[in-house]
């Protein structure tokens, strides 16, 4: 049974902090992984996915993955208010579909 | 903007009956999926579709079933609604050569009385 661990949140950060939201996935075969956003009441968004060991940057946005560990982490720079929301993690292999996780509340406080 | 749309956007049905949800994606996306989202949960996989013919399914009944077009557009089908069965109901698309990355249209919520 492939799982994806999320902590439900939520979690709380001030404005202009860094905001850490991570996974961990019960499967070594997942190859991919990926960062969806979702506002309440809207559809998943696709931030970032990342297939290698290491660090992806991209604007505010950086995943980390570390399969050693089955861990996966998204770091938000510089929050702002605007980046409340559930944030998803999902992973897959080759062309299995996504397994999410339940997401983790992100509140950012002005 | 995914280029995904879904119809309709909210739907009641009551517990019994039949419901059919749409999802339209754009030229290029021959892998469609489905999935399921109650509240507070996830997305859980239904079922996908690639090229007109399902291509995986996930631990969903009978009852929920689907169809792919030609034109990109696909269905869910869901028969004998139960209650449970009220959530966001969610398509995504992916591009040929790029199934692992989906982008998910607006959903469809329904809810069952």
């Known amino acids: 049974q492939k799982e994806v661990e999320q902590n439900s949140g939520p979690l709380s950060v001030p404005e202009g902090a860094i905001a850490s939201l991570n996974c961990t996935y019960s499967d070594r075969g997942s190859q991919s992984f990926f960062w969806y956003r979702q506002y309440s009441g809207k559809s998943p968004e696709l931030i970032m996915f990342?297939?290698?060991?290491g660090d992806k940057e991209d604007g505010r946005f950086t995943a980390q993955l570390n399969k050693a560990s089955q861990y996966v982490s998204l770091l938000i720079r510089d929050s702002q208010p605007s980046d409340s929301a559930t944030y998803l993690c999902a992973s897959v292999w080759g062309n299995t579909p996504l397994v999410f996780g339940k997401g983790t509340r992100l509140s950012v406080i002005a | 903007e995914t280029g995904v749309t879904q119809s309709p956007t909210h739907l009641i049905k009551t517990r019994g009956q039949q419901v059919t949800l749409r999802c339209s994606s754009q030229s290029g996306h021959n892998t469609v999926s489905w999935y399921q989202q109650a509240l507070g949960q996830g997305p859980q996989f239904i079922f996908q579709y690639y090229r007109e013919e399902e291509n995986g399914r996930g631990n969903f009944p009978p009852r929920f079933s689907g169809l792919q077009f030609p034109n990109y557009s696909s269905e869910l089908n869901v028969n004998a609604l139960e209650l449970d069965d009220s959530a966001l109901y969610l398509c995504?698309?992916?591009?040929?050569?790029?199934?692992?990355?989906?982008?998910f249209g607006p959903g469809t919520r329904l809810l069952v009385l």
């Open positions: 995504a698309s992916s591009l040929a050569g790029q199934e692992e990355t989906q982008y």
């Open positions: 990342i297939y290698s060991n």
